[in-house]
């Protein structure tokens, strides 16, 4: 005979990387996640909602490529067709731009929000479901919209709660520019891009041949935005790298002059992660946070070369992580019998009622069993002191 405890730990169970979200955390997210889409909306973003499950081929587009290892496929019964569970937003609003709206003016701004599946979890992320909010600022090339899509993206998480911000920027075309020119075989090119990756400067110096002096003052000039300015101020570099280092001095400063409190650093050789991206690229972190807490960029949307656009992702784990835990919400234990009246008053001032639901003989005490704050008696609120006393707050 199964041991009841036993089977209920196995119906409990759930594969690793995935949770119950339970109160009241589940409706804090809920709460936060509206909050940061509707100061997102402020700014001229416009909502969209993409299925969980499309085509394989178009989900796959573009900056959808990057994540196709992370993809959990299936096949349509209807269709006979491979499809997957969406593993990043970016790459549907990319494709809901450049099909269904594709005759909308451009610049486009679109905003969205909902659940992400990966196969696979990271190292510093457990999880594999996980809850993306985000934004994109299509069809213009300029730097105020690369400016813009970061600063919206810090001006929602500041309206989550969020203030110890710090932005890190990139511009992963850059370091491609200057060894375009050294025609190094491809295990060659491969190494030498390894050790950049991992700013080994030694190493950059042994294989970097005639761009070695380049690199390494890239790589020196990693570091807080004014010093990495000025460490990059002279260099010479190839034209193509040259206006690629003038977009990011010119975002940087565009940051910098909108939110000057904002810790920006600038790494001017990071690619990792933003192999996909055509311009500035960059992460938001949050101190007391391990991971970042949201990441976007410049791309070009569904790999179409005459179209291009910028944005951002946040990850709600993260964001929660940064905040201070919820509290469940205060609510007021109406007893069996009150007027209906009564309770539909209180929640039209903003309170939560609890109704009970048979006569019990000690109101206060079954209060307290529903994990109520106060009880409605006698046409008054009545908060429960935590040491049995009663307050009336009427």
Known sequence: MSDPMTDL????????????VL???????????????????THGYERVKPPLIEFETSLLEGPGAALSSRVFRL??????????????????????ASTRLKNVPRPLRLCYAGEVLHT???????EREMVQVGAELIGSHTAAADAEIILVGIEALRAAGIERLSLDLMV????PAVLAGLDLPAAEAARLRAAIDRKDTAAVEELGGKVAPVLTRLLAATGPKDNALAALAGIDLPEEARAALDRLTEVADLVAAAAPGLAITLDPVENRGFEYHTGIAFSLFVRGVRAEVGRGGRYRPNGDPNETATG?????????????????????????????EAAAALRAEGRVTVQGLEPVADVVAEARRQRCAAVWQDGKVIALGKAGASEDKA
Not at 10 to 18: E, H, S
Not at 75 to 96: E, F, L, W, Y
């Open 9 to 20: 730990g196995r119906r409990a169970l759930l594969p690793a990387g995935l949770r119950d």
């Open 23 to 41: 109160p009241p955390n589940a409706e804090n997210e809920a709460r936060l996640i509206e909050v940061m889409v509707a100061r997102t909306a």
């Open 75 to 96: 096949m349509d019964p209807m269709s006979q067709r491979m499809m997957g569970v969406r593993a990043d937003m970016t790459a549907q609003v990319a494709r809901i």
């Open 120 to 126: 696979t979890a990271e190292q510093v992320s457990p």
């Open 172 to 175: 992963p075309p850059l370091v």
């Open 312 to 340: 951002f992702t946040l990850y709600m784990e993260k964001v929660l992580q940064a905040l201070p835990a919820p509290k469940r919400r205060e609510a007021v234990f109406v007893p069996h019998g009150a007027p209906r």
